[in-house]
């Protein structure tokens, strides 16, 4: 089943630039969709669309739709919370981002946006995003430690759990092993593969082995537009 899908979607930044042209891509539901292209041809400014991120800079345009299954919501619209989109669409980044808070703190964060303040609920959420972000056994004895301590690798698992503490639908992976060491490379590509049984996953990527390895479809941009899409079989078998 489609879970989202991008229709004609246009980007214009403040100085006017078209970053997006006319993009049509559907996000199956349960899959990995990788998003490959050369440096510059809008991967990035794609990715942002589907949590508004865009809308933190004034001046910047949509046109098109972003719309989600099977509510229809479309997430462009204006009359639609970031916030909101925020919570079922979340983004991890190319370098590990945590807050300057405790390991809990990060994970909390999003419950406590969305006004969760029960102890118990908020233990259990966050062991069992800090779980499927496969960080629970290493920091279940450090949880009030800063987040800064841990290694490159685990500050990413845990950028994933804050991320998955709200359980989303859908999460943006922008380059998410581009600053990581092959052994946390590893490990977060089998993460968005067990974490594809739960959600739908749209990741933008460099390495094309990663592509081949861990996606299921594979989209390639190109100045802006989409000039493939398909199978990543195909895509990867074809000279
Ligand atoms: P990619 O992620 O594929 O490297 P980007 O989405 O970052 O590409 O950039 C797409 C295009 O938009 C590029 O031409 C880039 O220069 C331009 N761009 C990116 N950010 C901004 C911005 N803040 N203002 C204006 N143009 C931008
Ligand atoms: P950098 O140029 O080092 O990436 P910036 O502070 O310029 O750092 O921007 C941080 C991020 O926010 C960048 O990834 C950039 O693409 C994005 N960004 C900057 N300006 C805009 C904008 N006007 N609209 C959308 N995204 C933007």
Redesign the pocket.
């Known amino acids: 089943a489609i879970k989202a899908e991008a229709r004609d979607l246009n980007f214009f930044?403040?100085?006017g630039?078209r970053?997006l042209k006319g993009i049509t891509m559907p996000l199956y539901e349960n899959k990995i969709t990788a998003l490959i292209?050369p440096?510059?041809?809008?991967?990035?400014?794609?990715l942002r669309c589907f949590n508004r991120m865009h809308d933190l800079?004034p001046g910047n345009k949509y046109q098109g739709e972003i719309v989600m299954h099977p509510d229809n919501t479309n997430v462009l619209d204006s009359g639609v919370d970031p916030i909101e989109v925020r919570m079922r669409i979340s983004m991890v980044f190319q370098k590990p981002n945590p807050f300057p808070k405790s390991i809990y703190e990060n994970v909390a964060y999003g419950l406590r946006v969305r006004g969760e303040n029960n102890k118990r609920i908020m233990d259990d959420k966050v062991e069992e995003a800090l779980k499927g972000a496969a960080l629970w056994n290493e920091v279940k004895d450090r949880l009030h430690d800063l987040a800064f301590n841990l290694s490159g690798g685990q500050q990413q698992r845990l950028c994933i759990a804050r991320a998955l503490a709200t359980d989303p639908e859908i999460m943006l992976f922008d380059e998410p092993t581009s600053a990581l060491d092959p052994i946390a490379t590893a490990n977060i590509e089998e993460l968005m593969v067990e974490l594809r049984s739960k959600l739908t996953i749209l990741v933008?990527t460099h390495n094309m082995q990663q592509a081949a390895r861990v996606s299921d479809y594979t989209a390639y941009?190109y100045l802006?537009e989409l000039i493939e899409y398909d199978d990543t079989d195909k895509i990867f078998t074809n000279p």
Request: glycine content about 22%; charged content about 5%.
């Open positions: 930044y403040s100085n630039a970053a292209g440096s510059g041809c809008g991967k990035s400014t794609f800079y933008v941009m802006g």
